[in-house]
């Protein structure tokens, strides 16, 4: 083995390194140019790891949006309070910041052994032969994928297609590219040194996105009415409340209409300013438009002390507001309901000290059925929660249902934090160890609620819709429709005939869920 082998081993330098050093020995000292490339050891890529951190927490976001390739989702205002909290200096453009962020990324280990800007490139021949020896050749053609990955080149040129490009240049070519039978197209530009390579010739054909890209099969303003899905079945469709709802109840007919939202923070949506929020909070306008007898609220994140204030921004012409507040952990999950509709009782939580401190249920008695809201416990980034979700909250959550329907029927509605089938989920194979689609959690679901005769209203009435009702901020999977359906109405069998319409409400923003809804019959 070589001196330079050795010394190879000894630094445990990344296949980057080698990519610099052998083309430094070929072309000369300076032919690399300095900064371009960054790379880390095997000690650095330890330092900073998303197992180290909380879901919620802005170090876990930035990893994923980092992984997935996605720092320019990120606002301006993002990026500088993002700075602020690497204690950085939160100025310049959008471009300077994001390079303030790839620069921490860089010196605290990213997880990624390059971080490479859009214009950047290695200035490495893609067609030359590496002199070396058989192990630095493995290196620089495992270096040379990994490169071609992240730009979206071919043996490390620089494609400038619209998958690579900025967002104004991909609106651009987008632009002089057309559309051509609803499938985008774009040309490939390659380097002159290409010209006479039969591969270069086959990447001037033009590239077509799959169908898996929101903007090629639907409309980028309702992006709910593209049939996005990973592994879509024959007969499936996307479903649009416009035009998949039935005619509304007959004026005589008499009806109850129940909404239910996770608003991920009532205080912060009501705080909503803006063009589009000028006319009121959001649950102002949405009462408007929806005319919604009962109203119920998960994730609320309020304390007991801020209810008072609360209730005095809500509706005057709902008269009755309930709260759960959580009182193990302060500001965090909380339900509420607020009805024009007096109930007949109310109960707040199971019963049960254990499962009680986090306001997650509340109870309510109408006259012809039982209401519950709940919000039901997240299993976690690491699934840490799992065992006592689905042994302990499942089964006491059935278990008091259960008890109300000796008396009446009984409407199960709210968060429920479980995509139960491929159909509520747009990456069922990718998220079979996530939170809310592994297998105990939606065998629960089934066991606990579906198997005592539970009915499923949305799924009942749309077997074949796709409708996701959550869609993740921090890998901005709104606009692309790749969501989880998290939100249900599920109603004692014996209701199940009486519902009118059970639907979601897409359009509705301010949260990383929308609201939901049910028309029932009474």
């Known amino acids: 083995m070589s001196e330079r082998q050795l ?55 930035l990893l994923e949006r980092h992984e997935s390739n996605n720092l320019n989702s990120y606002t301006v205002a993002e990026l500088r309070q993002l700075l602020r ?92 590219a057309g559309e051509v039978g609803g499938e985008d197209v774009a040309n490939i530009q390659v380097d002159k040194s290409d010209k006479k390579s039969p591969k270069a010739e086959s990447r001037k054909k033009t590239i077509k996105k799959t169908e898996a890209e929101p903007s090629s099969v639907g409309n980028d303003k309702e992006p709910w009415t593209s049939l996005v899905h990973k592994k879509p079945q024959p007969g499936w469709v996307a479903y649009d409340p416009k035009l998949m709802r039935p005619k509304p109840p007959a004026k005589d007919e008499k009806v109850v209409k129940l909404l239910s939202w996770n608003v991920n923070g009532l205080r912060a949506l ?53 709260w759960g507040c959580s009182t193990s952990k302060l500001g965090y999950s909380g339900t509420a309901i607020i009805s024009r509709i007096k109930p007949i009782s109310v109960q707040y939580g199971l019963g049960i000290p254990n499962h009680d401190q986090e306001g997650r249920l509340i109870t309510c008695e109408f006259d012809t059925f039982y209401f519950v809201v709940s ?45 139960h089938e491929d159909i509520d989920i747009n990456d069922p194979a990718g998220n079979r160890k996530s939170a809310g689609f592994t297998d105990e959690e939606r065998e629960s679901f089934k066991t606990n609620f579906l198997d005592h005769g539970f009915v499923d209203t949305f799924r009942k009435q749309h077997p074949n819709a796709v409708a996701y009702t959550y869609w993740g901020y921090r890998t901005a999977s709104r606009p692309k429709n790749k969501g989880w359906r998290l939100d249900y109405f599920l109603v004692s069998g014996s209701l199940s005939e009486n519902v009118h319409d059970s639907y979601t409400i897409p359009d509705v923003g301010g949260s990383d869920h929308c609201p939901i809804a049910l028309i029932l019959k009474i």
């Open 375 to 419: 919000y039901v416990p997240n299993s976690g980034a690491k699934l840490e929660r799992l065992a006592y979700r689905t042994q302990e909250w499942d089964v006491a959550l059935s278990s008091h249902l259960r008890e109300l329907e000796k008396k009446k029927p009984v409407i199960l509605t709210g968060d429920l934090n479980c995509a």
């Open 270 to 322: 009501l705080k909503e300013k803006g063009a589009e929020h000028e006319q009121g909070s959001m649950i102002a306008r949405l009462a408007a438009r929806e005319d919604f007898d009962v109203l119920c609220l998960q994730e609320t994140k309020l304390q007991e002390k801020d209810v008072a204030d609360i209730r005095k921004s809500l509706l005057a012409s709902h008269e009755v507001s309930l």
């Open 7 to 61: 010394r190879l081993r000894k630094e445990r330098v990344t296949s980057a390194e080698t990519v610099a050093r052998v083309h430094t020995m070929r072309h000369g000292t300076g032919s690399t140019k300095p900064g371009k490339v960054r790379c880390f050891s095997e000690e650095a890529v330890v330092k900073l790891s998303k197992e180290n951190f909380d879901a919620d927490s802005w170090q876990f976001q």
């Open 85 to 176: 909290k690497m204690k950085k200096e939160p100025k310049g453009l959008k471009s300077d910041l994001l390079k303030a962020v790839k620069s921490w990324l860089s010196d605290h280990g990213c997880p990624n052994s390059l971080v490479l800007d859009e214009e950047e490139k290695m200035d490495i021949d893609p067609n030359s032969q590496v002199l070396g020896t058989p192990e630095e050749v493995a290196m620089v053609s495992k270096t040379r994928a990994a490169v071609s990955h992240r730009i979206g080149t071919q043996g490390g040129n620089k494609r400038m297609g619209l998958e690579s490009a900025s967002p104004t240049r991909r609106k651009r070519q987008k632009d002089a």
